[in-house]
């Protein structure tokens, strides 16, 4: 199989958000991200406000291709991961969480990231470390 996230270097950064409430309100956070392999097939977003709100969602290469057509970027695998990690670094990225459960208030939570790139994500817990 050529389309692997072998050589996708972790990236790291920041975003504009908007988190939308069920009654509609629209609250404004900013937000830090990572994307990372998590194996040969597998990319895992992790998103928080660092405000006991923390999203993560993973998307294998089947996932990442559909995403690729969607978005309509041509060209070679290699070409849409530049694409993506591209997009992710630069000053312009805006996460809008909204759905049935928004994410403030459950799981279920989707995002727009770019134009045309629309993920789901689950609420993780918060953990309690004790030493």
């Known amino acids: 199989m050529d389309e692997t996230v ?7 950064g920041q975003a504009r958000g ?6 509609g309100a629209v609250t404004h956070l900013p937000f ?14 992790c998103i928080t406000d660092f405000h006991n709100q923390t999203w993560r969602s993973e998307f294998s290469v089947d996932q990442l291709q559909d995403l690729r ?7 070679c695998w290699s070409e849409f991961l530049v694409y993506l990690r591209a997009a992710l670094v630069s000053d312009n ?3 809008v969480f909204a759905g049935p ?5 459950g ?5 727009t ?11 993780q817990v918060p953990h309690l470390l004790v030493w």
């Open 107 to 111: 799981h279920g939570a989707s995002s």
């Open 32 to 45: 830090l991200f990572s994307l990372m392999p998590t194996d040969l097939l597998h990319l895992c977003l």
């Open 6 to 12: 072998e050589d996708f270097e972790a990236l790291y």
């Open 93 to 95: 990225v805006k996460l």
């Open 18 to 23: 908007e988190i939308v409430s069920r009654n």
């Open 101 to 105: 459960a928004s994410a403030v208030d």
């Open 69 to 75: 057509d969607e978005v309509g970027i041509g060209g």
């Open 113 to 123: 990231i770019l134009p045309l790139m629309e993920l789901s994500y689950d609420k």
